[in-house]
Structures are given as structure tokens and as C-alpha cells.
T-cell receptor, first 113, second 112 residues
Framework: GESVGLHLPTLSVQEGDNSIINCAYS??????FIWYKQESGKGPQFIID?????DKRQGQRVTVLLNKTVKHLSLQIAATQPGDSAVYFC????????????FGTGTRLLVSP | DAMVIQNPRYQVTQFGKPVTLSCSQT?????MYWYQQKSSQAPKLLFH???????NEADTPDNFQSRRPNTSFCFLDIRSPGLGDAAMYLC???????????FGPGTRLLVL
């Protein structure tokens, strides 16, 4: 089915390290991107978003970078904490006549104390 | 706090026995979505309502239906659950299509 690809299914880091989760997308018409965090047994939680007219956006401990040239999106988490352990999904809004949010396959982030 | 609520959180049903999952929102959003999520997979959109307009995904089986009686509530009906329908069902809302979607906690469905 449709999907936005992720390179790494699992990322293991030590507490305090910076984490980078990557996402590749294929649709040039996508104009809006969102990162979600999903903890076990819970619904996806909005983290941060970015529109296609921006290259970078910062939140609290998180930064999203968008490279439209190579269709690449990344989520950077500073000073990763055990509470950051979760599955992270990128999602793109495909604007091809009918708008639809398409999720990537997800990356599991494991943070060790 | 404005939120998306799903009930029940866990639902057990028998093979072939109709089941209804519910979602409510206090965000007053126009759009409500239903997703199916299986273990270690991304959420898969089943359908959505923009106000009263129903939009079905092309690959959503006929076994899945939805109702939206008012702005706040949306229901997912599974007419004849099969073992393959066991999954987490997520409800989400957004003010407009293409804007940020906010998810509920999900209902985990078990089919015996």
C-alpha cells in the first residue's frame, strides 16, 4: 500500500544522547509533514509539524528538518530521555487533488538509562 | 481539555458477531477519521467524514461501515468480524482535511 519509507526500523540510544529519526517521502506534491509519537497501547501523539515552505522547525527538545530536494524529513530529539521510547511515525499530506495523510512505516526508538 | 475519546478501550467479540466502536470529540472539528492499525504497522485509513460527507477509502472492505450522527460522535461498525479484523482502531479528528490530525487512545479489538 501507500507509505512513506523509513530507513531504520529500530534506533537504540543512550539516555542523554541526541536521536535522529529519518524519513523518505516520494510525492513531490506533499505540502505538509507531521511527526507522531506512539507509545505502546496508545494512540499517536502529535509532536511537531512542518510545511513545505520551511526547511526547519524547532519545538521543545525536538527539531524537524525538511529537505525537499531529496525528499527527506528528519526528527531530531535532543538529550533523549527514557520517556522518549516509543514508535515514531512521519506522515505526509499528499495534495494531489484530494488531500490525504499517509503514514510512514515507523521507527522504534529505544532509550537505555 | 479538548480531546478525542474512544470507548471502549478494549473490545472482545466473537467471529461474525457485529460490533460497534465509538468515538467522540470535544474539539468541534469538522473531520473525523477511522484508522485500523495492526501490530508494528502504520495506521491505515479506512474512511473519514467531512461534516456529513462520507469518504471511503477504495480498499476498505464492505464489512466496515461508519456513522456520524452529529459533529461530536462517529461510530465504526464491523458487520461480521473476522479473525483478521483484530487490531487497534484509532479515531482522529482535524479541523479540515490536510491539517493536523489528533488521535484518540484507540480501541483494541479482539475477535474470538
Amino acid at each position: 500500500g501507500e507509505s512513506v519509507g523509513l530507513h531504520l526500523p529500530t534506533l537504540s540510544v543512550q539516555e542523554g544522547d541526541n536521536s535522529i529519526i529519518n524519513c523518505a517521502y516520494s510525492n513531490s506534491a506533499s505540502d505538509y509533514f507531521i511527526w507522531y509519537k506512539q507509545e505502546s497501547g496508545k494512540g499517536p501523539q502529535f509532536i511537531i509539524d512542518i510545511r513545505s515552505n520551511m526547511d526547519k522547525r524547532q519545538g521543545q527538545r525536538v527539531t524537524v528538518l525538511l529537505n525537499k530536494t531529496v525528499k527527506h524529513l528528519s526528527l531530531q530529539i535532543a538529550a533523549t530521555q527514557p520517556g522518549d521510547s516509543a514508535v515514531y511515525f512521519c506522515a505526509e499530506n499528499r495534495n494531489t487533488g484530494f488531500q490525504k495523510l499517509v503514514f510512514g512505516t515507523g521507527t522504534r526508538l529505544l532509550v537505555s538509562p | 481539555d479538548a480531546m478525542v475519546i474512544q470507548n471502549p478501550r478494549y473490545q472482545v467479540t466473537q467471529f461474525g458477531k457485529p460490533v460497534t466502536l465509538s468515538c467522540s470529540q470535544t474539539l468541534n472539528h469538522n473531520v473525523m477519521y477511522w484508522y485500523q492499525q495492526k501490530s508494528s504497522q502504520a495506521p491505515k485509513l479506512l474512511f473519514h467524514y467531512y461534516d456529513k460527507d462520507f469518504n471511503n477509502e477504495a480498499d476498505t472492505p464492505d464489512n466496515f461501515q461508519s456513522r456520524r450522527p452529529n459533529t461530536s460522535f462517529c461510530f465504526l461498525d464491523i458487520r461480521s468480524p473476522g479473525l483478521g479484523d483484530a487490531a487497534m482502531y484509532l479515531c482522529a479528528t482535524s479541523n479540515r482535511v490536510g491539517e493536523t490530525q489528533y488521535f484518540g487512545p484507540g480501541t483494541r479489538l479482539l475477535v474470538l
